[in-house]
C-alpha cells in the first residue's frame, strides 16, 4: 500500500475495510436530527424578532444554527462515523417544541436525505 500511495495511486486507499469500532451504531439518517437540533429553535428566534421577510437576517440565523448544529452532532454522536444509508429508511422525531420531524433517505448514491 505504501508503494502505491508513493505512486499516486489513491484508488487503493479506497478499498481499506475499517473496523467496527469507528463507526457509529446508528445510520446517517437516524442521526440528521441531530444536524438539524438548532433549525427550529432558531426559526423560532427568528419569528419572534419578526426578521423572517429580511433575507439578510434570516440567512444569518440560519447559518448560525447550521454551524450549532455541527457542534452538536459531535456532542451527541462523537466523531464516529455513521452507517451506509440505507435506500427508503424512514425516521419520524417529536422535537423539543412538539414539532414532527419527517426524514427519509431518498438516494443510496449519492447519499441523499430529505427532511
Known amino acids: 500500500m505504501g ?3 508513493l505512486k499516486g495511486k489513491l484508488t ?4 481499506i475495510t475499517t473496523p ?3 463507526h ?3 445510520t446517517y439518517i437516524s442521526l440528521l436530527k441531530h444536524e438539524i437540533y438548532n433549525i427550529e429553535k432558531f426559526l ?3 419569528h419572534e424578532k419578526g426578521v423572517l421577510n429580511n433575507p439578510l437576517e434570516r440567512i444569518q440565523l440560519v447559518t448560525t444554527a447550521m454551524l450549532s448544529s455541527i457542534h452538536t452532532g459531535v456532542l451527541m454522536n462523537g466523531i464516529k462515523s455513521p452507517l451506509n444509508p440505507i ?3 424512514t425516521t419520524c422525531e417529536t422535537t423539543e417544541n ?6 427519509e433517505q431518498t438516494s443510496h448514491h449519492p ?5
Open 3 to 5: 508503494k502505491n500511495l
Open 12 to 15: 487503493d486507499l479506497l478499498k
Open 20 to 22: 467496527a469500532y469507528v
Open 24 to 26: 457509529s451504531a446508528s
Open 44 to 46: 423560532l428566534l427568528a
Open 87 to 89: 435506500l427508503g429508511e
Open 98 to 103: 412538539g414539532s414532527m420531524l419527517y426524514t
Open 111 to 115: 447519499p441523499i436525505s430529505h427532511f
